[in-house]
Each structure stands twice: as structure tokens, then as C-alpha cells.
């Protein structure tokens, strides 16, 4: 016998192990990777558009002439090159020394996924209470869920996170006796709403945060690629005190460097440190190396217009798409900037038990329940527009409206408790050769 599906080690795992079980969506995304399937699901962000070469050239001298220094450990905060480059990079959002910030005040992590971990880890015990936006991003419910917190939902609008909304959360929560540890919050075109947050609710929500004494851990992947204006203010900019900050360059120059960073008061980031030195002992010097060398020597901000532009393209091919195609009671967001849609679908409708028909017609989404730590959001579903290009983002939402006609079909013929539910579940086989630079992994990001 070389295996079995049985898990022989179930009386021995940690608490934590135990919600961590592939979900059946997992294995759907296997199958949309195939190139036959158009895939709406993964946040990955379009590298293609780098100057590859230039990229290439970079990387090959930082090897054959800094070798000695890129090939090595360095210390866990992460190299003081690369810190300076960070504080550079938010001064665009207004975060700079004006409000108090210095590059001893970052820690630089594996992505802004790291980041969350190490903010967990230093914050959280078990039954600890987290508030974070409904729906919010499904990274960062993996965290407090392997860090055994509870997260509770706020209801966002159009315009983001809603006031009244966590100020009642946060009477319900302290009624039950307990206290919220912080505010998980992704102000700007936000994953997976794609709605932002304006600028008085900024403030509001910071006020209502100050009164509560509630710590806010802004979450910021997607700040400088707004398609129709400035950058907004990043709530970390409006105050000295109270907020944690996460940024990343997956979506600014690569994902693959794995480089994000985490901005806090003195006393945490000498916490994050020791936690992220225990971790991974320190953060890639090559990467941070590519990171800086990229920032100080080639043209980030024009290609920054090249991404802001080639998006709001997609994002334009994708809101055509859905007023083009989708049938009455289906309603999305405009985002105005960042990657993704969020549909809400015709009542009645499940996205989850509707996605293996999806992938049978050949386009991928991420069901609206992935997005929620509390079974919410069947309703919804959440569109990526980033990598496919827009003929096909058309394509794809033409045969996502087709797939929500014909539930829609089986409703009206079998009404609400028919066959369909269970009908065609089993994941759909699809021959044909795969092509991983069209079909990036797909639903984590
Ligand atoms: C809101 C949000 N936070 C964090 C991350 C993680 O990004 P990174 O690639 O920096 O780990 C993502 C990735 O999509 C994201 O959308």
C-alpha cells in the first residue's frame, strides 16, 4: 500500500490544524486553471506588462556583481536600502514623517500575507474577538482562523465599511462581554468588494476607532492603482496613533519577489520582529535587493501608469460586460481602482452550488461564502478583472450571465427547493493541454 486517503494523524494534531481542511472550491480551481476555462477567480496581478528584460538584466547583475551581499542572510527587520525605498513609496499615500513616520518603524515581511500572520501571532489569543469588513479577504480570515479568533463581520455600502454599522458592532460585541482586539480593514478598492472608502468616512471611522480605543490594521495592497484619481489619504496618514499598516509590491511591481512590509508604533515592531525572526529568521535578501534596485533604478511610477491603465481597461471591459449581458436582479460594484468586482446575484441564487456549472460553461469566479468566516454571502460572488485581457473578461461574464440564466430557468421550473440543488455537483472533467502563463493559480490571492 503506498497511501490512503484516511488521516492517520487526526487525534494528533494541534487545535488550531483542526479548521484547516481543503475546501471542495479548491478543487474546482485545479480544474479552472485549465486555459479552455476563462478564469475570473485569482487576484493575480498582470507581470506581463513589467519591462521583462530590463527586469532580467537587473536580477542577473545582482547576482554576478553583488552576489556576496544578495546570496545572504541579512537581519529580521529587513535591509535598511529596502526600508528607505518603502517610506518613499507611502509618502504617495501622505504617510511620511509628517506623521511620524521613519524606515526603523517597518518590518519588512513575505508579502503582506506574512505581515497579517506576524500581526496575529503578536495580538491575538484564542476566542479573541476580530472585526473586519463582510465580506472581507479571504487571506486574512486563513490568519484569524489558524490564530483561533472570532471573527465578527461589519456590513459595507457602496462606500465601504459603514459607520453606524461598526459602532453597533461594537455594542453587541462588548454587551457579550468581550473586547475587540482590532479593526481589520481594507479602505481602498477593496478585495473582494471593490468599493473605497471616502475620505469623511475615513475620519469618522477613525473617531469612532479613537473613542473605542480600538487598534485598526489598514490593509493596503491596491492604494496606487486607483484608475480615476490621485491616491486617496491612507487612514494611517490622518493619525500618529492607533493604526498598524500592511503594504505589499505584488501588486506594484511582482508578486513572485514575495515582498510586503509592515508599518508600527516602536514597541510592536520590536514584537513583529522577534515573531517574524522565529518565523523565517529574515526576509530574502535577493528579493529585497530586486525590490530596491527596481525602486531606485527604473521607472516605477511610469510603469505604475502602464498598471493603472491597462486595469482600468479591464475594469471597463468587465462593468461592459455585466450591464451588457447579466439578467435583471443581478447587481455589482464600480470599482475605482484595484482588481475586483463584487456581484450580488438574483435572489434566491447560491454562487457556491453554482460554480460547478460555471466551470462545465468554462469561467471560474470565487464564490461570495469564501469572503465570509460565518457561512455568509451565497448570494454574492467575487470577479477578478486583473489577468485575463478584455475580449476575454467579455467572454467570461457572457457565459457567467448565461450560467445565472439558466438557474434562474431552473428556479422559475423546479422553484426554490428543486432538483438543481443538488444536480451537478461533481467537479466537471476538462481535457486539454494547460498553459501556465495564461492560467495563473487561481482563488488565493
Ligand atoms: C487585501 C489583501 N491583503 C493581503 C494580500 C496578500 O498580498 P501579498 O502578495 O503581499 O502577500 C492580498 C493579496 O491579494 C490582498 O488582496
Known amino acids: 500500500m503506498t497511501g490512503t486517503t484516511l488521516d492517520d494523524y487526526t487525534d494528533r494534531y494541534a487545535q488550531r490544524a483542526r479548521g484547516m481542511n481543503a475546501s471542495?472550491?479548491?478543487?474546482?480551481?485545479?480544474?479552472?486553471?485549465?486555459?479552455?476555462?476563462?478564469?475570473?477567480?485569482?487576484?493575480?496581478?498582470?507581470?506581463?506588462?513589467?519591462?521583462?528584460?530590463?527586469v532580467g538584466d537587473m536580477l542577473g547583475e545582482l547576482v554576478a556583481r553583488h552576489g556576496a551581499s544578495t546570496l545572504q542572510y541579512c537581519i529580521g527587520q529587513g535591509d535598511l536600502a529596502?526600508?528607505?525605498?518603502?517610506?518613499?513609496?507611502?509618502?504617495?499615500?501622505?504617510?511620511?514623517?509628517?506623521?511620524?513616520?521613519s524606515p526603523d518603524d517597518v518590518v519588512v515581511s513575505v508579502g503582506a500575507q506574512q505581515a497579517l500572520d506576524l500581526v496575529a501571532r503578536v495580538f491575538l489569543d484564542p476566542g479573541d474577538v476580530v472585526l473586519a469588513e463582510g465580506p472581507t479577504y479571504v487571506g486574512a480570515l486563513g490568519v484569524f482562523q489558524a490564530a483561533q479568533a472570532d471573527v465578527v463581520h461589519v456590513p459595507m455600502d457602496d462606500e465601504g465599511l459603514i459607520p453606524e454599522a461598526l459602532q453597533e458592532a461594537l455594542r453587541e460585541v462588548s454587551d457579550s462581554g468581550r473586547r475587540a482586539k482590532f479593526l481589520y480593514t481594507v479602505p481602498t478598492y477593496h478585495n473582494p468588494g471593490g468599493v473605497t472608502l471616502p475620505g469623511p468616512r475615513r475620519e469618522w471611522i477613525l473617531e469612532?476607532?479613537?473613542?473605542?480605543?480600538l487598534l485598526v490594521l489598514e490593509d493596503n495592497p491596491y492604494g496606487l492603482l486607483g484608475f480615476d484619481a490621485d491616491p486617496l489619504?491612507?487612514?494611517?496618514?490622518?493619525?500618529?496613533?492607533?493604526?498598524i499598516y500592511l503594504g505589499t509590491f505584488s501588486k506594484t511591481f511582482s508578486s513572485g519577489v514575495r515582498m510586503g512590509w509592515v508599518l508600527a508604533p516602536h514597541a510592536v515592531r520590536e514584537k513583529l520582529v522577534i515573531a517574524s525572526e522565529a518565523q523565517i529568521l529574515c526576509p530574502s535578501m535577493l528579493s529585497q535587493s530586486a525590490v530596491t534596485t527596481y525602486f531606485q533604478t527604473m521607472p516605477w511610477q511610469e510603469q505604475l501608469k502602464t498598471f493603472r491603465t491597462l486595469y482600468a481597461e479591464r475594469r471597463d471591459a468587465a462593468l461592459a460586460a455585466l450591464h451588457d449581458f447579466m439578467p435583471a436582479g443581478t447587481a455589482w460594484t464600480h470599482p475605482a481602482g484595484g482588481f475586483y468586482v463584487w456581484v450580488t446575484l438574483p435572489e434566491g441564487l447560491d454562487s457556491k452550488a453554482m460554480l460547478p456549472r460555471a466551470i462545465h460553461n468554462r469561467v471560474a469566479y470565487v464564490p461570495g461564502t469564501g469572503f465570509y468566516g460565518d457561512g455568509g454571502g451565497r448570494q454574492h460572488l467575487r470577479l477578478s478583472y486583473c489577468f485575463p485581457p478584455p475580449e476575454r473578461i467579455r467572454d467570461g461574464v457572457r457565459r457567467l450571465a448565461t450560467v445565472i440564466g439558466e438557474e434562474l430557468e431552473l428556479r422559475t421550473a423546479f422553484g426554490a427547493s428543486g432538483p438543481f440543488e443538488a444536480a451537478e455537483q461533481s467537479v466537471p472533467v476538462i481535457d486539454g493541454p494547460r498553459s501556465a502563463a495564461d492560467t495563473p493559480p487561481q482563488g488565493l490571492a
Open 208 to 213: 469612532i476607532c479613537r473613542r473605542a480605543g
Open 233 to 243: 489619504p491612507a487612514l494611517r496618514s490622518m493619525v500618529r496613533d492607533g493604526v
Open 82 to 101: 529596502l526600508r528607505e525605498v518603502i517610506c518613499e513609496v507611502m509618502s504617495l499615500e501622505g504617510i511620511d514623517a509628517s506623521v511620524g513616520v
Open 24 to 54: 471542495e472550491i479548491r478543487a474546482l480551481f485545479a480544474v479552472a486553471s485549465r486555459p479552455e476555462v476563462v478564469s475570473l477567480a485569482g487576484g493575480s496581478p498582470y507581470v506581463s506588462a513589467l519591462p521583462l528584460d530590463a
